[in-house]
């Protein structure tokens, strides 16, 4: 306190002498000018010094909730502002404002006006979303279209039919319905359905080109399905070149026909292992993908034996295995076997879609009795239909037997009953 006393008098006495003497100036003028100049430096100085301590005061005070003293507002205006890092001496309402004034405000130029960003629509994300809907309707047309044209053919009567009327083929009929079924799912075609229907005898391979034959012609119509007889229609060599002639010309105006109607037609040659080779060389030409629209939309069936003699081997080695697997190998590895011999004997069976049909069982053979007695109308008799499938040939493989000419005597005997 003696410093700021000092300090305080010693102001009031420059102030004094400043207003009180002007002799005293005058005298002060005729002085020498560097004492004048460093008795002023000194009293600016105090003056200096004393405002800030005035303005701390007061602002100490103030911080303490005291009532402020009267402050000049001349020295209010030439007081510096005084900026201190101490935040805890502040009061909580200084650092709110503190706070509010820290914030960051964004600023325009006053010649521009404020908006508001807007929030733009892509126009790409509705193209994608119509895309979608477009693809979703022409999918969903499609399959709309591919169950229609099936459902023409009615396959699935077809599927029943040939498992009520033909007696242990049950893999090879699935193999026919799912290739048919992929065929005609749709009506443009790359190259033409060629199925190969390869067995021993009396094993149901004539009787399912009947059934076909039957059933296309109720859902195409007669003029779309030709069942050709080799034995009937081209028995003798010297005839094959005609033969060959007239087949062409039937088909050809068969697929036209059809390419009219838009339907499929249905070709199924019977005892292909007589068929002559001028014969076998003109399908061979029709199978092949080269060729106008209206000769790709057909379906072949070749029915013969040929092979018949690696199925029985193949079936007789395999029967003491699983019936799954061996049913799933005679459709795979016996598939195989037969295109290597069927295509060593004509090249036409290298388009084809080969369908094994294995050996048939005693309990199969029993059902073909059973089947015919009903047909011919005879009380079907179990011991009686046991007793007439004792009478025929059968091969032993463990505790199996096997038909030797499966159904193929079955009408003969039941006509003698």
């Keep these: 306190m003696s410093v700021r006393s000092s300090l305080f008098s010693s ?3 420059s102030e004094v002498d400043i207003s009180e003497s002007p002799m005293e100036e005058e005298s002060q003028t005729e002085a020498p000018a560097h004492s004048l100049s460093n008795f002023s430096s000194k009293l600016r100085a105090m003056i200096r010094i004393r405002r800030k301590y005035q303005v701390m005061k007061k602002r100490r005070a103030e911080m303490n909730g005291e009532p402020a003293r009267s402050v000049n507002p001349i020295q209010r205006a030439m007081a510096p502002e005084v900026f201190t890092f101490d935040r805890a001496s502040l009061s909580p309402s200084l650092l709110r404002k503190r706070k509010k004034k820290r914030k960051s405000r964004v600023l325009f130029p006053n010649d521009s006006r404020k908006y508001l960003p807007a929030k733009e629509r892509s126009r790409a994300k509705n193209c994608l979303f119509m895309l979608s809907i477009i693809v979703f309707i022409q999918v969903y047309n499609a399959i709309e279209n591919l169950d229609d044209h099936v ?13 009520r009327e033909v007696f242990g083929q049950r893999e090879a009929m699935e193999s026919i319905q799912e290739l048919l079924t992929d065929y005609l799912s749709t009506y443009v075609h790359n190259k033409p359905l060629v199925l190969s229907i390869n067995g021993p005898s009396g094993v149901g391979k004539s009787h399912l080109g009947r059934i076909l034959a039957r059933h296309f012609r109720s859902v195409v119509s007669e003029e779309l399905v030709l069942q050709y007889f080799v034995l009937h229609h081209c028995p003798l060599e010297d005839q094959a070149p005609q033969c060959a002639q007239e087949l062409s010309t039937r088909i050809a105006e068969m697929v036209n026909h059809g390419e009219a109607e838009e339907k499929i037609p249905v070709f199924i040659f019977d005892e292909v292992e007589f068929m002559h080779g001028e014969l076998l060389d003109s399908l061979h030409g029709l199978f092949q993908a080269n060729q106008t629209n209206e000769f790709l939309n057909a379906i072949y069936v070749l029915i013969s034996n040929i092979g018949q003699g690696e ?3 193949f079936v007789l080695q395999n029967s003491s295995s699983n019936d799954s697997f061996g049913k799933h190998k005679l459709g795979q590895e016996l598939g195989k076997q037969l295109r290597g011999n069927l295509v060593h004997y004509h090249s036409v069976w290298a388009e084809a879609d080969i369908v094994p049909f294995s050996l048939l069982e005693k309990s199969h053979v029993m059902a073909c009795f059973l089947d015919e007695m ?6 079907p008799d179990s011991s009686h239909i046991e007793r007439l499938a004792a009478e025929i040939s059968y091969y032993t493989a463990g505790d199996r037997e096997y038909s030797m000419n499966g159904c193929k005597q079955v009408v003969a005997k039941v006509n003698l009953l």
Excluded at 151 to 163: A, F, H, I, N, V
Excluded at 374 to 379: A, D, K, L, S, V
């Design 374 to 379: 009903t047909r011919e109308g005879f009380y």
């Design 11 to 13: 102001a009031q006495m």
């Design 151 to 163: 459902q023409k053919y009615d396959l699935e009567g077809l599927e029943k039919t040939m498992k």
């Design 311 to 313: 199925i029985t081997k």
